[in-house]
């Protein structure tokens, strides 16, 4: 009995042992279709880890965006710390010969600097023109500067204003600024102050330190424009905030003459003593003559001898009229 009770309970276990294993597979089937499912979704929101190449182009695209529309000293020399990584060419390189436009621009401003690699401004432009082919404006104005000022081709103005003029088109301020100069000078294109006007206030909008004096010039000449101090003394305000001693000086000069602001001899100082830390020979000369007749400043026959010196050295002839009245040789 105790056999045949034994042989039944086997008999009676082999379809729950198959039911188990069916339900085992059954679930372990619905757990590798589920796990694959979550592997693609993940593949399709998790970007796979980047290359060296990778991190170099996203780094770079975040740099020299900002340097397309200003220049600030931190992010520029933070450009230079990763062209100074001996990797930096390598990658740059190998993206750059695959056609990766921003790759291609890399690589040209290392040559054009000689960072990492021996100084070749015909390499450069190699690199400048295909980036540039592939519409990166960054590229379009550096090869513009280049065929400006012959650095690795022939010098040729109307190249220059041309690749100026595709970068400017695509909202790059350097070159809106270099196309705006290009009209006000001539060169390339016939002299036209209006159309220089144009690009220098699209430039200036964007915070481009060098447009904002350009264009501050325009308005205080009448270059272009109709002639009015207070938009003159607006913009040359901008860029003296940003730095720009030429506007500093400008700008020092305006608040002594009362041009566009009130005049204020004081404030005409700090703007003038501003400017002449950067070494301006304008505002070497105007200081002293703020030191010769004491506005602002305490009269101070010495330190206006001492500034206009300063500034004659450097060829101002204001400075040297000014030492000629003083009975100063100015050498």
């Known amino acids: 009995m105790k056999q045949m009770t034994d042989g039944s309970t086997c008999r009676r276990s082999h379809p729950r042992v198959s039911a188990i294993l069916i339900l085992l597979v059954l679930l372990l089937c619905f757990l590798l279709t589920l796990f694959n499912s979550l592997s693609l979704a993940a593949d399709e929101e998790t970007p796979r ?36 990584d001996p990797e930096a060419v390598k990658w740059f390189r190998q993206a750059a010969e695959q056609g990766d436009a ?41 090869l513009g500067r280049m065929y400006e000022k012959g650095l690795g081709v022939v010098r040729d103005q109307e ?16 070159a809106q600024n270099s196309l ?40 205080k000449n009448g270059y272009g424009v109709p002639k009015d101090y ?23 000069w305006m608040y002594k003459n009362g041009y566009g602001v009130l005049k204020d001899y004081e404030e005409s100082v700090k703007w003038l003593k501003k400017a002449v830390q950067q070494g301006n020979a304008f505002a070497q000369a105007k200081l002293g003559y703020m030191y010769k007749n004491g506005y602002g400043v305490p009269k101070n026959r010495t330190e206006a001898i001492m500034w206009y010196k300063m500034a004659a050295d450097k060829g101002n002839e204001f400075a040297r009229k000014e030492l000629h009245k003083l009975g100063v040789a100015d050498n």
């Open 49 to 84: 880890p980047e290359s060296p190449t990778s991190n170099y182009r996203s780094e770079a695209e975040r740099l020299l965006t900002l340097l397309s529309t200003w220049s600030d000293p931190a992010t520029r020399e933070g450009l230079y710390r990763m062209y100074e």
């Open 102 to 142: 921003v790759s291609q621009l890399m690589l040209g401003r290392m040559f054009a600097r000689g960072l990492e690699v021996p100084k070749d401004e015909r390499e450069a432009v190699k690199w400048y023109e295909k980036a540039a082919d592939q519409g990166n404006s960054i590229a379009q104005n550096n």
């Open 159 to 174: 190249e220059a204003v041309k690749w100026y003029r595709k970068s400017a088109d695509q909202g790059n301020a350097k």
């Open 180 to 219: 705006g100069r290009m009209y006000a000078h001539g060169s390339g294109v016939d002299k036209n102050y209006a159309e220089a006007v144009k690009w220098y206030t699209k430039a200036a909008e964007q915070g481009n330190v060098h447009a904002q004096s350009n264009l501050a010039h325009m308005y």
């Open 230 to 252: 207070d938009e003159a003394a607006k913009w040359h305000k901008k860029a003296a905030e940003l730095g720009s001693a030429y506007s500093q000086a400008r700008l020092g």
